[in-house]
Structures are given as structure tokens and as C-alpha cells.
């Protein structure tokens, strides 16, 4: 999928639109919950990276409730190259496959919102490997994920919803 979107700039940006909009929509889905349930002052000064971050949202509300940290949003090339028009001092762009070798070294948080669901287990390994290199002692991987119960634990309506 995200083959075709990046030969599909404007289904691209529809895709990107329709995240941000379901994101905000779904109660349990907003942001807040990650800009305002996780003990992100306890950084100080610190450097989020937003692996994976498409346009920035997060990263921008972020920054914005949270004055003492700064964020890097990466993404693939075209990703960033559209959403950097909207880059703050506390907020920058960088274009990063996540695959390869993490470039910011020593960043307070890695984190990863709504990634690993799109990949299976081997390739979230391979992901989470990759970052490796850039840690240092006392670095989190911070996961914002959706996860899903076991099948037939659900009325078949909610289970069809999020499977």
C-alpha cells in the first residue's frame, strides 16, 4: 500500500487526511492520550524522534502542550517533503526509512504511533533492530499502538470494527 501511495500524491495525502480525521474521531483513538498520559516532563529538555511520524500531528501537539521538548518527525522522502512546510524551532523534519539504521543518536524517546500494526512480527523486529545503534543507556521506545483482543472474545459487530 504505501508503494502506491508514494506514485499517488494525492491519494497520499487523502490517506494522510483520513488517519488525522479517524484519529480525532475515535475517542479512543486521539492523541491527548499519548500527549497527556505519558510522564513526558520527566524528559527535562528532552528529543523525541517520531519514527514513522507521516505529517506530524503528533509530534506538533507534542511540542506544543510539552515547551521543554523538542521533536524530529521522520519519514519516507515524500512524506516529509510535504509536511515539512509546517516545521516549527521546536519541531524539524527528516526523512528516514525505518528499516535502515536510526541517524539520531541519543534521543531521549524513539517513538511509535500506529507502525507496528501495519507490519508483521518479523518486520517489527527488523524495524526495532534498526534502532539499536542510535540507543543509549537510559533512551525509551516509547509504542502508541491499537491492539486487538483474541477472536471470539467480542459480539461479532464490535469484532468485525477492529479486526
Do not use: C
Request: charged fraction near 20%; charge should be neutral; avoid cysteine.
Amino acid at each position: 500500500m504505501f508503494d502506491f501511495l508514494r506514485t499517488q500524491p494525492l491519494k497520499a495525502d487523502q490517506f494522510s487526511k483520513a488517519m488525522r480525521f479517524y484519529a480525532a474521531g475515535v475517542p479512543g483513538y486521539s492523541e491527548s492520550h499519548l500527549v497527556e498520559g505519558y510522564p513526558w516532563d520527566s524528559l527535562g529538555t528532552g528529543t523525541v524522534v517520531d519514527v514513522g511520524g507521516a505529517d506530524g500531528h503528533v509530534g506538533r501537539a507534542l511540542s506544543k502542550t510539552h515547551r521543554n521538548l523538542s521533536v524530529v518527525v521522520e519519514d519516507l522522502p515524500d512524506v516529509v517533503a510535504a509536511a515539512s512546510q509546517v516545521a516549527t524551532d521546536r519541531v524539524r523534519y527528516q526523512a528516514y526509512d525505518f528499516f535502515s539504521p536510526q541517524p539520531v543518536v541519543g534521543a531521549d524517546v524513539y517513538l511509535f504511533r500506529w507502525v507496528f500494526h501495519d507490519w508483521p512480527d518479523h518486520w517489527i523486529v527488523r524495524i526495532l533492530r534498526a534502532q539499536v545503534p542510535a540507543l543509549r543507556k537510559g533512551n525509551r521506545i516509547v509504542v502508541n499502538e491499537s491492539l486487538s483482543p483474541p477472536r471470539g472474545s467480542l459480539p461479532l459487530t464490535l469484532e468485525r470494527n477492529i479486526q
